[in-house]
C-alpha cells in the first residue's frame, strides 16, 4: 500500500516521499487491512508538521506530530500511528 501526499509549504521532494513509505511499510505490519493512507506534510517557519491518516477495516487511525526537523517529524507520526495500531490490535484480541 502506498502513501497519498499532501505537502504544504515544502518541496514535494523524492526523499521525503521514500523516507515515508519506508517507515509505513513497517507500520502495516501491525494494521490488519489497511484500504487506504494519507499524509499531510506541512511546514510553517520553524515548525515542521505531518499528519497520517489510515483507513484500516472500517477503522479509523490518526496521527500528528510535530518538531523542528521533517525526518524527525515523520519518524515521530510513524511511531505514535503503530502504537494505535498495537492498541487496537490489543482491543480487538480482548473482545473475542
Not at 12 to 21: F, L, R
Not at 23 to 48: C, G, M, N, W, Y
Amino acid at each position: 500500500m502506498e502513501l497519498e501526499f499532501t505537502f504544504r509549504n515544502v518541496e514535494p521532494t523524492d526523499a521525503i516521499k521514500a523516507w515515508a513509505n519506508k517507515r509505513f511499510q513497517k507500520v502495516t505490519k501491525h494494521l490488519k487491512d489497511p484500504s487506504s493512507a494519507h499524509i499531510e506534510v506541512a511546514v510553517d517557519k520553524h515548525r515542521h508538521r505531518a499528519e497520517l491518516t489510515v483507513h484500516s477495516s472500517g477503522e479509523l487511525l490518526r496521527a500528528t506530530d510535530e518538531t523542528d526537523d521533517m525526518y524527525t517529524t515523520l519518524d515521530g507520526v510513524m511511531q505514535k500511528l503503530e502504537q494505535a495500531a498495537q492498541r487496537q490490535k490489543e482491543r480487538a484480541g480482548s473482545v473475542r
